[in-house]
């Protein structure tokens, strides 16, 4: 069956570090792959994606994630954490050959001052 | 661009009642979802929508919810009847297929729905 695995409920960081949330998938083929931010009384808002190429793909406020390909992971990073970052995270992948897309569970991402 | 507009924002029924959500997704997107968000739980895909014809509706509990997007541009989801666990936030999103498969989604404010 196709899934997508968020093993952390929760994660937790001072601001200024560096951050990571991590996703694992299990589908067939190439898929696409998604990160959303959700914030709170909101809908999903898209921050990157990965399509081809390079691993190390850039999306907005200075999120970045890292495909890796024999992990079947896009974990999604940022260098240096601010608190307006703490938000609910969902990883998500679109299937070869259609519009359907699969989200994870979520990570709640919280930055401390 | 204007956004995916969803109505009501809330919405409280009591169970057995019914009740309908609207969307109208970004102008020009031909792609639409329908997704249940649980509390504590990622989107589930209720249905999706090519244009006004039904693409994917595998988990959506047909003997109770309906989905129709008559004319190709706005949607409307309804429950009935509704049970307790049917409380969730409705989030509707849409895509621009002329933008290939890898085009993110883009998701409205959603509707909470609880159900007593």
């Known amino acids: 069956a196709q899934s997508v695995a968020q093993p952390e409920d929760q994660v937790n960081v001072a601001e200024g570090n560096p951050l990571t949330v991590k996703c694992t998938y299990s589908v067939s083929g190439n898929p696409y792959l998604f990160w959303y931010v959700q914030y709170p009384n909101r809908g999903l808002q898209f921050l990157l994606k990965y399509i081809t190429g390079d691993n190390l793909v850039k999306g907005s406020y200075g999120f970045e994630a890292e495909f890796n390909k024999s992990q079947t992971s896009f974990h999604l990073k940022k260098p240096s954490a601010l608190v307006s970052d703490s938000a609910l995270y969902f990883c998500?992948?679109?299937?070869?050959?259609?519009?359907?897309?699969?989200f994870g569970a979520g990570t709640r991402l919280f930055v401390k001052a | 661009e204007a956004g995916v507009a969803q109505s009501p924002r809330y919405k409280i029924i009591e169970k057995r009642q019914s009740v309908a959500f609207w969307c109208n997704p970004i102008?020009?997107?031909?792609?639409l979802y329908w997704y249940q968000q649980i509390l504590g739980q990622g989107p589930k895909l209720l249905i999706q929508?090519?244009?006004?014809?039904?693409?994917?509706d595998s988990q959506l509990p047909k003997d109770r919810f309906s989905a129709e997007r008559l004319k190709g541009v706005d949607s409307t989801l309804k429950i009935q009847p509704a049970k307790l666990e049917d409380s969730a936030v409705y989030l509707c999103a849409s895509s621009p297929t002329t933008d290939g498969l890898n085009s993110p989604l883009h998701f409205g404010n959603g509707t909470r729905l609880t159900v007593t």
């Open positions: 998500a992948v679109r299937p070869p050959g259609g519009f359907k897309t699969i």
């Open positions: 102008s020009g997107h031909a792609t």
């Open positions: 929508f090519q244009n006004n014809g039904v693409v994917d």
